[in-house]
């Protein structure tokens, strides 16, 4: 792969409800704020990848109405409807193609202005399945518990999950939910859908994200400048059934796909020793342990006990969430470009209070798509190549 | 550019209402369909683009519903939401990445089985705009009212357009709408919103539409086998602003940019003389008065005079919408990827009734995105490169 860079970033405070901006609006804030971080300006973009959800924005063919919020006007400008990783892809392909030197991507969604669970109930097939009520939040109980039935894991591994995630979130100023507690309460918060109780579940969330993808000529005639490029290793993304009735729950064969396919690209041989930092999509506690998994942090089945040892720890030998994670904050759609930005800024050692205390040579940053973790996008950045 | 190729295409009869089929099973069938058309399997795909609006397909997250009907188990699936072109320009980006040897693009909607009105008036910004009734229709009938005042076109022209597509689908037997109308006969038809009247409009179809695109590698492999590819010139595509009030509704600049780029990556430096045969967005009438212009095939405000001059039927020497046009069958979603497979078509020789009488060395198909043309994608096409 030639040699592409991620230049510029940017994300909103993370909200449960923004009051103040609109969706436009906030695509704005992180459109200038990721120019203005890679040191250039809106007439040096040279084209722009959108990503949004139409039932998110609550209007048809939302995509086109965010154009000019992140100044696409009369440039070429595309949209993806999913996580903002798939969408960066998108852009990084589009660089390596040669037509072009670099791509702006946008990820937002405001789920304060919407039904969460009535518009993932909405994402199941009409006529048998969205009747039983599936939504994105029963859908992981379900699995949840289809991966305890597995492996043995208990609900008091996913609590440590969120323990950690929380606790890290504290010194994240972007995380929406950020709290010290331990196993205990996290076993006595509510219980939404068994086995899940509410620190278990990501909250509903208003945000945006940007992210300046940039091919090495450009990159190079930054030289001098602000720009700080963190190099992109590797990246790859693979599908699983979308019918939950086709699929072994507890194991992600796309995930474990993804990451093979990207840690070949990025010469990561033994990825719990070769990889300093991994920002995950835990959308739910018990994720984070079967992504670990996917992964290849360690065996199948192995996640719990991979979490027990202290290696995600954010002082660990492979920080996992170092940023809160998104059961910090979960901006559905720009969620997991936020995982590449904040992977990103902790290469760069910019990530403030929660930088980690030693060099990174190589993080992952990881989205996932559909139900129950159906797709899965996996990166590998680093600062050199 | 390197040499990419269109080894593989298909799509279904484009009809008012698919009573027999789902949207998976139609999309099961392009997919076969246009492999068997390439000669090769689903085991020889290496990645996959499915173009799908959540609101047409009446569910969230509706990309994730089809891709095990379109193969992609298991596989890197991407989803776009917008206009087929757009799609097939990522598929075409992800091979000049040089990351896939070959990528299937598949693109459907019913909009039988949904509120064409209700959803086109929700792509409006939601607080000022949508309470005034804009939807695709009247939102081109103000699109058509300005180009008339700019220009002084009238009425008639647009007609003249609606005479020939219609008239040039009943060789078509994908077509919805075919019939031998005269210019009277569209005016007497029934006024919908002025000035546009029931056969200056689209019809709502049911349909889907599938394409592979090969790198020069794959495309070599096959030779010897059934495979006829049809090489990629050229392909871009820019945006003009989301709110209409920000645009020159007469005059479309996006697409001329789009035209423009497209034409010298193919080396095409007299449109009206050098192109054989033109597919393009005609969703209403006028529109594809203003899509010549905009296309460099005549001046600004020149549509009518070209139309007039006979250029553009199915004997003259730039035939536009040889298959019947978007006026014939408008599959939203898949209406721009089915040009291209209507341009693919002729370059081989496989159109059938509707085959013209000539060698065809570039043929241009065309896609549009968001409201009144805000978004345009053209690509040039040919027998060789």
């Known amino acids: 792969m030639e040699k592409t860079a991620i230049i510029g970033v940017a994300q909103t405070k993370q909200l449960r409800r923004n009051v103040k901006q609109n969706f436009a609006e906030m695509v704005y804030e992180v459109t200038t704020a990721a120019l203005a971080d890679a040191g250039i300006e809106i007439k040096d973009i040279d084209n722009i990848v959108t990503v949004s959800n139409d039932f998110w924005d609550g209007r048809t063919i939302s995509s086109m109405a965010i154009q000019d919020a992140c100044g696409a006007y009369e440039k070429n400008v595309s949209t993806v409807e999913g996580d903002g990783t798939f969408g960066a892809h998108y852009?990084?392909?589009?660089i390596l193609s040669g037509s072009y030197k670099n791509t702006l991507v946008v990820a937002h969604s405001k789920g304060s202005e919407s039904d969460t669970n009535l518009i993932t109930n909405g994402m199941f097939e009409p006529i048998f399945t969205r009747p039983l009520g599936l939504d994105n939040l029963t859908s992981a109980a379900m699995q949840a518990r289809a991966y305890m039935h597995a492996f043995g894991a208990k609900e008091e591994d996913f609590a440590e999950v969120s323990v950690k995630n929380h606790g890290n979130a504290l010194k994240n100023p972007y995380a929406q939910v950020a709290k010290k507690v331990s196993v205990a309460d996290v076993m006595a918060s509510r219980r939404l859908a068994d086995p899940l109780k509410l620190f278990d579940v990501?909250?509903?969330?208003?945000?945006?994200?940007?992210?300046?993808?940039?091919?090495d000529e450009f990159t190079r005639s930054l030289r001098g400048g602000k720009a700080k490029p963190v190099y992109i290793k590797g990246a790859a993304f693979y599908s699983d059934a979308y019918d939950l009735g086709l699929r072994d729950l507890a194991r992600s064969p796309a995930l474990k796909l993804a990451a093979e396919k990207t840690y070949s690209m990025a010469g990561i041989k033994n990825p719990a020793k070769d990889v300093d930092l991994a920002e995950i999509y835990d959308?739910?506690?018990y994720m984070e342990l079967m992504w670990y998994e996917g992964l290849g942090f360690c065996g199948e089945g192995k996640g719990a006990e991979f979490m027990k040892s202290g290696a995600t720890q954010i002082n660990g030998a492979l920080p996992v969430n170092a940023s809160g994670g998104v059961l910090s904050a979960h901006t559905v759609i720009a969620a997991g470009l936020i995982r590449m930005i904040e992977a990103t800024l902790q290469i760069r050692g910019d990530a403030g209070a929660h930088q980690l205390d030693k060099k990174i040579n190589t993080a992952i940053a990881h989205g996932i798509n559909g139900p129950c973790g159906q797709a899965h996008c996996v990166w590998a950045l680093g600062s050199s190549i």
């Open 202 to 215: 990501s909250p509903i969330s208003d945000g945006a994200a940007a992210m300046i993808i940039s091919g």
């Open 91 to 94: 852009a990084l392909t589009r």
């Open 283 to 285: 959308a739910f506690s």
